[in-house]
């Protein structure tokens, strides 16, 4: 009786379509560019220690899972070659399964680092495609913080600072400057942190579109006729609010840049550059006594939007 059933589970085994047995052994990652995604190493082992309890992700080969991380992301380490993926997003990892795997089978454990915070998860394989996440929410409760030198402000905190700036009322009212039918407006300049956030409004008075080609900020000399390449220091900003290009009649955006001070024969010029040939370029110059007079931000203006800004994290 032994034999027979042993037999009957070997012609089982073999009776299962080549067909099938290759759509699980060829599984191959895809073929997008992959970033900040590795394979592990013995060093990993301690990933999987099963003391630290982690949420779960289900995953199965026939889903793609789309890990969604409430900040930008880093990093990804994937503890075993049972899971591949990649970075398709500043803050969004796909994962899937290699191949075939039990139900329920731990597939390993994925690390996802982002600006300020972490967090690990348990990927579980499940044999029903229909209970497989398709997208994946890391929320707030799941990640640990952890301090990043590289990062003063998580890109998420200053978009949120930045819509709030955008939504409140316009302060200054003596910064300004019109050239070709452009109006250039600074409404609020605030300093957050290590950070001042210029909020500045364009009115078109023309009937023709502008289209933006750049937005650029210049350390310059007051008097252009003595700035030399050496006298002039461009700055990066590190954050833009607003991407539109064009506009017809007004555009309002929030730029962040490091904070700074210089000397009083120095202007700071905000430069706005149409995309054209010929294009129109808009110049905004903010004086040392205007970015001296930048008000702390007021965490009462967010009260009212959706969003929560915790400036210890």
Not at 201 to 226: F, G, P, V, W
Not at 254 to 282: A, H, Y
Request: charged share 25%.
């Amino acid at each position: 009786m032994n034999r027979i059933a042993i037999t009957l589970a070997v012609l089982g085994t073999l009776a299962v379509p080549a067909s099938a047995q290759k759509k699980y052994g060829e599984i191959r990652p895809d073929t997008a560019r992959v970033r900040y995604v590795r394979s592990a190493n013995k060093a990993d082992s301690y990933i999987l220690d099963k003391t630290v309890r982690k949420n779960l992700i289900y995953v199965n080969e026939e889903v793609t899972t789309h890990v969604i991380m409430p900040e930008n992301i880093k990093l990804v380490d994937i503890s075993t070659d049972k899971i591949v993926g990649n970075q398709c997003a500043d803050n969004i990892v796909r994962i899937k399964p290699a191949g075939r795997m039990y139900d329920n089978e731990l597939a390993g454990t994925i690390t996802v680092i982002g600006e300020r915070h972490l967090a690990q998860f348990d990927i579980i394989y499940t044999s029903g495609p229909a209970k497989a996440y398709s997208v994946y929410n890391i929320q707030l409760d799941e990640m640990k913080q952890y301090k990043n030198p590289d990062v003063l402000m998580p890109e998420s905190q200053m978009a949120a600072f930045s819509w709030a700036i955008f939504c409140s009322g316009k302060k200054y009212n003596d910064i300004h400057s019109e050239a070709y039918g452009i109006k250039a407006v600074v409404n609020n300049i605030y300093t957050v942190n290590d950070f001042f956030f210029i909020d500045f409004s364009l009115y078109n008075k023309t009937k023709i579109k502008y289209d933006i080609d750049e937005i650029r900020i210049k350390l310059t000399d007051k008097k252009e006729a003595k700035a030399t390449n050496a006298q002039t220091i461009e700055l990066s900003p590190v954050y833009s609010l607003n991407r539109a290009k064009s506009f017809q009649n007004g555009y309002r955006n929030v730029i962040v840049i490091n904070k700074l001070t210089f000397p009083d024969e120095k202007i700071l010029r905000l430069e706005i550059s149409e995309d054209q040939i010929s294009g129109r370029v808009v110049y905004i110059p903010i004086e040392y006594e205007d970015i001296l007079h930048a008000d702390s931000f007021d965490k009462r203006l967010v009260n009212r939007f959706p969003f929560t800004i915790n400036s210890s994290r």
